[in-house]
Antibody
Framework: EVQLVQSGAEVKKPGESLKISCKGS????????IGWVRQMPGKGLEWMGI????????RYSPSFQGQVTISADKSITTAYLQWSSLKASDTAIYYC????????????WGQGTLVTVSS | QSVLTQPPSVSAAPGQKVTISCSGS????????VSWYQQLPGTAPKLLIY???KRPSGIPDRFSGSKSGTSATLGITGLQTGDEADYYC???????????FGTGTKVTVL
């Protein structure tokens, strides 16, 4: 069974750093791209970027380029999303999802990680 | 703001049909496949339709997708209370070199 299990909710202060994770299982982790999607409170879905764990090839949406870093450790079948300096506007639920085929076909999703940034 | 436009809400009585439009341009819908997602309250999105009109295993044929030019449409027939959710279209945008989602549509069963 394909599963993506994300790390737990986080509460951080502005300016702090953060790295959240997404562990894949039940499939060959290095054969599929993994993507990250943001959902701000009460808002829609936003495509942030994707990574191919086999070689760490990464693509970012222009809206998120330079704002976050996507990485992966194929030895432990885990993808990451990190911030070096959080802002209040980063408060959102972040989903990871496996990509099947083209870059917007997310067939399996993690449960989401709520990140709250507040002073 | 999203480059794909959807109506904010649609509604119908149980058993009826609703359609949800997703309007884009030649840089996205016009030249790329469209996917559709269902997001039930408090849950992660779920893939409903991919490659414009294909359904993943387990998705009932009450859900259908189509594409014409720079617009795509999701149809739901035999509406059920369990279909109350937010629905999003998604595709690749060749100009942005990034994926994009629609603005989202809330389906209400009256």
């Amino acid at each position: 069974e394909v599963q993506l299990v994300q790390s737990g909710a986080e509460v951080k202060k502005p300016g702090e750093s953060l790295k959240i994770s997404c562990k894949g299982s039940g499939y060959t982790f290095t054969s599929y791209w993994i993507g990250w999607v943001r959902q701000m409170p009460g808002k829609g879905l936003e495509w942030m970027g994707i990574i191919y764990p086999a070689d760490s090839d990464t693509r970012y949406s222009p809206s998120f380029q330079g704002q976050v870093t996507i990485s992966a450790d194929k030895s432990i079948t885990t993808a990451y999303l990190q911030w070096s300096s959080l802002k209040a506007s980063d408060t959102a639920i972040y989903y990871c999802a496996r990509i099947y085929g083209d870059y917007v076909k997310f067939d399996y999703w993690g449960q989401g990680t709520l990140v709250t940034v507040s002073s | 703001q999203s480059v794909l436009t959807q109506p904010p809400s649609v509604s119908a009585a149980p058993g009826q049909k609703v359609t949800i439009s997703c309007s884009g341009s030649s840089s996205n819908i016009g030249n790329n496949y469209v996917s559709w997602y269902q997001q039930l309250p408090g849950t992660a999105p779920k893939l409903l339709i991919y490659d414009n009109k294909k359904r993943p295993s387990g998705i009932p044929d009450r859900f259908s997708g189509s594409k014409s030019g720079t617009s795509a449409t999701l149809g739901i027939t035999g509406l059920q209370t369990g279909d109350e959710a937010d629905y999003y279209c998604g595709t690749w945008d060749s100009s942005l070199s990034a994926g994009v989602f629609g603005t989202g549509t809330k389906v209400t069963v009256l």
